[in-house]
Protein backbone atom coordinates (compact mmCIF):
# COMPACT_ATOMS: atom_id res chain seq x y z
CA UNK A 1 0.00 0.00 0.00
CA UNK A 2 1.24 3.23 -0.58
CA UNK A 3 1.39 6.14 1.82
CA UNK A 4 -0.52 9.48 0.70
CA UNK A 5 1.21 12.47 2.15
CA UNK A 6 -1.61 14.90 2.89
CA UNK A 7 -0.47 18.86 4.05
CA UNK A 8 -3.29 20.38 6.01
CA UNK A 9 -3.16 24.20 6.21
CA UNK A 10 -5.20 25.34 9.23
CA UNK A 11 -5.28 29.38 10.55
CA UNK A 12 -5.59 30.71 13.20
CA UNK A 13 -6.84 33.51 14.25
CA UNK A 14 -4.05 35.60 14.00
CA UNK A 15 -3.57 34.85 10.71
CA UNK A 16 -7.14 36.26 10.15
CA UNK A 17 -5.65 39.42 11.48
CA UNK A 18 -2.80 39.49 9.65
CA UNK A 19 -4.66 38.89 6.14
CA UNK A 20 -6.85 41.47 7.02
CA UNK A 21 -4.55 43.98 7.87
CA UNK A 22 -2.82 43.50 4.68
CA UNK A 23 -6.02 43.64 2.60
CA UNK A 24 -6.87 47.27 4.52
CA UNK A 25 -3.41 48.55 3.57
CA UNK A 26 -3.32 47.69 0.27
CA UNK A 27 -7.37 49.76 0.04
CA UNK A 28 -6.16 52.26 2.00
CA UNK A 29 -2.86 53.04 -0.18
CA UNK A 30 -5.03 52.49 -3.35
CA UNK A 31 -7.04 55.34 -2.12
CA UNK A 32 -4.52 57.54 -1.14
CA UNK A 33 -3.35 56.99 -5.16
CA UNK A 34 -6.43 57.75 -6.83
CA UNK A 35 -7.45 60.91 -4.89
CA UNK A 36 -3.95 62.23 -5.30
CA UNK A 37 -4.28 61.73 -9.49
CA UNK A 38 -4.80 64.50 -11.60
CA UNK A 39 -6.03 66.79 -8.26
CA UNK A 40 -3.39 69.17 -8.73
CA UNK A 41 -4.10 72.51 -10.62
CA UNK A 42 -2.46 73.41 -13.47
CA UNK A 43 -3.06 76.49 -14.90
CA UNK A 44 -1.96 76.06 -18.32
CA UNK A 45 -3.80 74.59 -21.10
CA UNK A 46 -1.41 73.52 -23.83
CA UNK A 47 -2.84 72.71 -27.73
CA UNK A 48 -0.27 70.63 -30.08
CA UNK A 49 -1.41 69.39 -33.06
CA UNK A 50 0.27 66.57 -34.91
CA UNK A 51 2.84 66.82 -31.98
CA UNK A 52 3.94 70.61 -32.44
CA UNK A 53 2.78 73.32 -29.91
CA UNK A 54 0.57 75.57 -31.70
CA UNK A 55 -1.28 77.45 -28.89
CA UNK A 56 -1.19 78.33 -24.65
CA UNK A 57 -4.17 79.47 -23.37
CA UNK A 58 -4.56 80.67 -19.49
CA UNK A 59 -7.08 78.39 -17.58
CA UNK A 60 -8.08 81.33 -15.50
CA UNK A 61 -9.67 83.16 -18.59
CA UNK A 62 -12.49 81.73 -20.11
CA UNK A 63 -11.91 81.37 -23.60
CA UNK A 64 -13.49 79.51 -27.14
CA UNK A 65 -10.79 78.35 -29.78
CA UNK A 66 -11.58 76.87 -33.37
CA UNK A 67 -9.00 74.30 -34.10
CA UNK A 68 -9.08 73.24 -37.51
CA UNK A 69 -6.86 70.48 -39.35
CA UNK A 70 -8.32 67.50 -41.05
CA UNK A 71 -11.55 68.35 -38.78
CA UNK A 72 -12.67 71.35 -36.53
CA UNK A 73 -12.48 70.91 -33.16
CA UNK A 74 -14.83 73.62 -30.86
CA UNK A 75 -12.78 74.06 -27.73
CA UNK A 76 -13.59 76.05 -24.75
CA UNK A 77 -11.90 77.07 -21.18
CA UNK A 78 -14.60 77.84 -18.62
CA UNK A 79 -14.69 77.75 -14.88
CA UNK A 80 -10.78 76.54 -14.61
CA UNK A 81 -11.74 73.90 -16.86
CA UNK A 82 -11.15 72.63 -20.53
CA UNK A 83 -13.08 70.76 -22.88
CA UNK A 84 -14.06 69.84 -26.37
CA UNK A 85 -17.32 70.80 -27.01
CA UNK A 86 -17.76 70.27 -30.30
CA UNK A 87 -16.21 68.64 -33.25
CA UNK A 88 -16.94 66.91 -36.89
CA UNK A 89 -15.08 64.41 -36.54
CA UNK A 90 -15.99 60.69 -36.58
CA UNK A 91 -17.21 59.12 -33.35
CA UNK A 92 -16.83 62.39 -31.85
CA UNK A 93 -14.85 60.73 -28.67
CA UNK A 94 -12.89 63.71 -27.89
CA UNK A 95 -16.60 65.34 -27.27
CA UNK A 96 -17.73 62.39 -24.80
CA UNK A 97 -14.29 62.97 -23.28
CA UNK A 98 -15.65 65.51 -20.90
CA UNK A 99 -14.02 68.72 -19.06
CA UNK A 100 -10.67 67.98 -17.50
CA UNK A 101 -9.07 70.34 -15.37
CA UNK A 102 -5.99 68.43 -13.39
CA UNK A 103 -2.44 68.99 -14.10
CA UNK A 104 -1.32 66.39 -16.78
CA UNK A 105 -4.43 65.69 -17.54
CA UNK A 106 -5.13 66.02 -21.52
CA UNK A 107 -7.90 65.49 -24.41
CA UNK A 108 -7.21 63.67 -27.81
CA UNK A 109 -9.15 63.75 -30.97
CA UNK A 110 -7.22 61.50 -33.10
CA UNK A 111 -8.98 62.05 -36.47
CA UNK A 112 -7.78 65.73 -35.97
CA UNK A 113 -4.06 64.70 -34.60
CA UNK A 114 -4.76 67.23 -31.84
CA UNK A 115 -4.00 67.07 -27.98
CA UNK A 116 -5.02 69.40 -25.37
CA UNK A 117 -2.74 69.00 -21.78
CA UNK A 118 -2.36 70.83 -18.91
CA UNK A 119 0.18 71.77 -17.52
CA UNK A 120 1.58 74.20 -14.89
CA UNK A 121 4.00 76.72 -14.85
CA UNK A 122 7.88 76.10 -13.96
CA UNK A 123 8.90 77.80 -10.49
CA UNK A 124 11.99 79.65 -10.53
CA UNK A 125 12.48 78.78 -6.93
CA UNK A 126 15.01 75.90 -6.33
CA UNK A 127 13.86 73.41 -3.84
CA UNK A 128 16.78 71.65 -3.23
CA UNK A 129 20.42 70.63 -5.09
CA UNK A 130 21.52 67.41 -5.85
CA UNK A 131 25.18 66.78 -5.60
Request: charge should be negative; include cysteine; aromatic fraction near 6%.
Amino acid sequence: MERENKIRLSFCKGDAVVISFVIMLAILIGVVFWMKTGTEQGNIVVVYQEGEKIQELSLDKDTEVLIENYYTNKLIVRDKKVAIVESDCPGMDCVHSGAISGKGRSLVCLPNRVEIRIEGEVDSEVDFIVR
